[in-house]
């Protein structure tokens, strides 16, 4: 079975630093990983994915992630934290066969002023 | 364009009582899925329609809990006889062809609560 861990459940940072959100999964085979953000009261917001190629991934409003296949890993990243990220983050994988997502229990980020 | 559109926003109903939620996809997405997302988690797979069909129902809890699709496009989520611990957030999503690289969209959700 398929699995993600999002190991911290808040990750608080200044605006204007530079940001990272933690991902771990557990897949058989070749793993799509993909990043979600959720603001209060309103759906899932697609950022980025890896499928394939450069393990480097750069998506909407300046986020990148790099995917580390020795550790299983996709940390979300951002050079400059900006107030407006503050959200919720989703980390997500499918699998070889099927289509379903699996998430992981979503980090709170919050960026202070 | 306009994106995935969920109605209700939010439902409260009676334990017992039976209710639907409506999700419209994206224009021209032939995949359709439904999540449920309960408090302080995240979003759990419930099924997923490939045009018409269901390809894949082995998220859905139990019998109480079936979705069709009868056009291709809109999908419609029944439950029946309403349980406490069924309140969530049940998230539709669409994307283009169902493949692995494909990218889901995801509707704001209908959010229920059962009294």
């Known amino acids: 079975a398929q699995s993600v861990a999002q190991p911290e459940d808040q990750v608080n940072v200044a605006e204007g630093n530079p940001l990272t959100v933690k991902c771990t999964y557990s897949v058989s085979g070749n793993p799509y990983l993909f990043w979600y953000v959720q603001y209060p009261n309103r759906g899932l917001q697609f950022l980025l994915k890896y499928i394939t190629g450069d393990n480097l991934v750069k998506g909407s409003y300046g986020f990148e992630a790099e995917f580390n296949k020795s550790q299983t890993s996709f940390h979300l990243k951002k050079p400059s934290a900006l107030v407006s990220d503050s959200a919720l983050y989703f980390c997500?994988?499918?699998?070889?066969?099927?289509?379903?997502?699996?998430f992981g229990g979503g980090t709170r980020l919050m960026v202070k002023p | 364009g306009a994106g995935v559109s969920q109605t209700p926003s939010n439902k409260v109903t009676e334990k017992g009582k039976y209710v639907e939620l409506r999700c419209d996809p994206i224009s021209g997405h032939t995949a359709l899925y439904w999540y449920r997302q309960s408090l302080g988690q995240g979003p759990e797979f419930l099924i997923y329609f490939q045009g018409t069909g269901a390809a894949d129902d082995s998220g859905l809890p139990n019998d109480r809990f079936f979705a069709v699709r009868p056009e291709g496009s809109v999908s419609t989520l029944k439950i029946q006889r309403t349980e406490r611990g069924d309140s969530a957030v049940y998230l539709c999503?669409?994307?283009?062809?169902?493949?692995?690289?494909?990218?889901?969209?995801f509707g704001p959700g209908t959010r229920l609560t059962v009294l």
């Open positions: 997500a994988v499918k699998r070889d066969a099927g289509n379903m997502l699996t």
């Open positions: 999503a669409s994307s283009l062809i169902g493949g692995r690289a494909d990218t889901q969209y």
